[in-house]
Every structure is written in structure tokens, then in C-alpha cells.
């Protein structure tokens, strides 16, 4: 009985990994999706856009020099054929409308794309659940998206982009203009971009690489990480930490009520600074260009400056008689003010200590 069994389970496996070796279609029957529904529109004297493209691919490029004015080309497949599937579209202007309709409960898969030739003087407004959307190569455009699931992905473009979504991932790379871009839990990430940015990650790490303008951060319990950039700085988070290296910057405004604030190498700014509970430290050096305001309820600030000693004036303070003051070698309690330098340091503490060397 036992020699059967063995032999029965040498004849299972060899078959397992015949099959496994053999080519996909000799095992399963490829079935090719169907074409359910299709819109090809050319958007003359449309003036605003509105896609409700749900679960849908967009993309979004350059209108070719052969077309006159912008275009819109979409398509909805199916696996097996059924009632229900449409695009919907208006026809109205300036404002046209074009949304994706399913069964309402449908019985097969299905999947939609849609392709936006955008010209400049056409706003786009993309509405979607789980869909991904990229823009690529645009310029001086006006795009927003609104996304529940779906990853945005803005690329080599200029413009006006307005993009929110909940669990989607937001990238920008290249991207010049203004922008907003919030998700509620995903990441943020902008790559050698330039303007003016507003950006939330909310739970998600929110990173900064490259950037050059005015850059505003909102996060809950992400991390903030800024990185090789210039320009004018306003960050704020919650519990998350934010770190700074390579910055040069007009001014750094940077806040959190329990994350750290920490600057790695090569800061040059002048610094307002606050927290609750968190740490503001940081290893290295920083320059100060322009008088500077830290502030902390519990946490501890502990800084390093490379300017020279005749350039500073450090004004200290402290609530607590049990928190250390120490500016440059001479400690005092509850405050300590020293030099006459025109770049002046003030400084508050509830309960944390503060240490400036």
C-alpha cells in the first residue's frame, strides 16, 4: 500500500512540474476582453472638462500639432458582454461632461482607459476611485484631480495642478507651476520641482527632493524629509518628524506638536521654530542668516551654530528652574541673555532643556 501511495505522488508531482514548464496557453484558453462602449471627441469650444472616470486608467498628454483643438479617447471593455456598460457624454459647452457607467452590479470584469489630448486654454477635471492618473510633458495647463484609491503622477509638466486623494500615492516629478497636492494616507514625493507648492500626506512620508520656491507641508504621522532645496519654507506636522539637510532659505518656519525637528548638514537660513513634546536638535553646524525664534513646552532643543560669537545675541528663557540653559559654555536658570550681535537668537522653554553651542 505504501510502494502505491509513493508511486501515486511521484506521478502527481512529475505532472505538476510538466505543467510548470509548459506554456501558459497550452494549460489555460486566453479570452481577449470586448469592446463595451468607446468615445472619440474632438473638444472644440469646450472650455472645461469634467471626467468622472472612476475606475479607469487617464492619461494625459500633449495635443499632437495635427489636431486643432483638444481631444478626448476612451474605452470600455468587458470580459463577457452585458447591459449597463456606457460612457456618457453631454455634448454641452464650454462645460462638457463625460462619465464611465457600470451595472449595477456587474457580472463580469471589466476594465477602462482614457486618453485626454490637452491643449492650453482647456481646464481638466478628473473625478476617479481606484484609477490611476500621469500627466506627462504638459505645459502651462489647468489640471485637478480628485481620487479615492488611485496614484496621481505629474511628469515633466508646468502649470496649475490641484490634485487630492485618499489612500493614493502622489508623485511629482519635474513639475513647475503652483500645486496642491494632498493625500490623506499615502505618500507625497516631488522631485526637482519649482513654484509654489502646498503639500499633505497625512499619515503617509512626505519628501522633498530638489525643490526651488515657496513649499508649504501639512502631515498628521508621516514623515517630512526635505532635502537639497531652496527657496521659503513653511512645514507643520503633528506626531511626524520633519529633517532638513542642504536647505538654503529665505526663512525655515517649521512646527510640530510631538515630532522631532532635526537639521543635518548644511543649513543656511534664518529659523522660527516650535514644539510640544518633540525634539529640535541637529549634529551639525547651522548658519544663521537673519535673527531666529525657537520655542518647546516639554521637548528639548539642542542646537549647533557656525556663526561667529560676535555676530549672535542669544536671548533664553525658561519656566522651569529644573531646565538647563546653555548658550556657549555659560549656563544659567529661568534666563540667560549674551552678546551683541546683530543676527539674535531668542529662545523659550516651559520644561525642556536648551542647549546652544
Known sequence: MKQLFALAFMFVMAT???????????LIKIREMQVAAELNKVLEGVKTLNVTSNFCKVEILPC?????????????????????FKIECDDAKPTMNVKFILPENPQTAYAGEVTVYLRKGLDLNIMATNGNTKVKNMSDVNISVTSEKGKVNVEKSSGRFDIKTIGGIITLE???????????????????????????????????????????????????????????????????????????????????????????????????????????????????????NFSSDTGRIKLKFANKKEELAFDVTSESKESAILVKGTSKKKKLQMGNGNIIVTSHSNRGDQVFS
Not at 505538476?16 to 497550452?26: F, I, K, L
Not at 522631485?191 to 508649504?216: I, P, Q, R, Y
Request: some cysteine; charged content about 20%; hydrophobic content about 35%.
Open 64 to 84: 499632437p500639432d495635427s489636431l486643432a483643438t483638444s481631444m478626448i479617447v476612451a474605452k470600455l471593455e468587458v470580459m463577457d458582454p452585458e447591459d449597463g
Open 174 to 292: 519635474n513639475v513647475s507651476g503652483t500645486i496642491s497636492a494632498e493625500s490623506k494616507n499615502a505618500a507625497v514625493t516631488a522631485n526637482s520641482c519649482e513654484g509654489k507648492f502646498v503639500l499633505d500626506s497625512g499619515e503617509g512620508a512626505l519628501t522633498v527632493n530638489n525643490f526651488k520656491g515657496e513649499l508649504a507641508t501639512n502631515s498628521y504621522g508621516g514623515k517630512q524629509t526635505i532635502d537639497h532645496s531652496d527657496g521659503k519654507f513653511e512645514l507643520k506636522s503633528k506626531s511626524g518628524s520633519i529633517r532638513l539637510t542642504y536647505i538654503t532659505a529665505e526663512l525655515i518656519k517649521a512646527e510640530t506638536l510631538r515630532g522631532d525637528i532635526t537639521f543635518g548638514n548644511s543649513i543656511k537660513a534664518a529659523l522660527d521654530i516650535s514644539t510640544g513634546s518633540g525634539t529640535i536638535g541637529g549634529a551639525q553646524a547651522i548658519v544663521l542668516t537673519g535673527s531666529s
Open 16 to 26: 505538476v512540474a510538466m505543467a510548470q514548464d509548459a506554456p501558459v496557453t497550452s
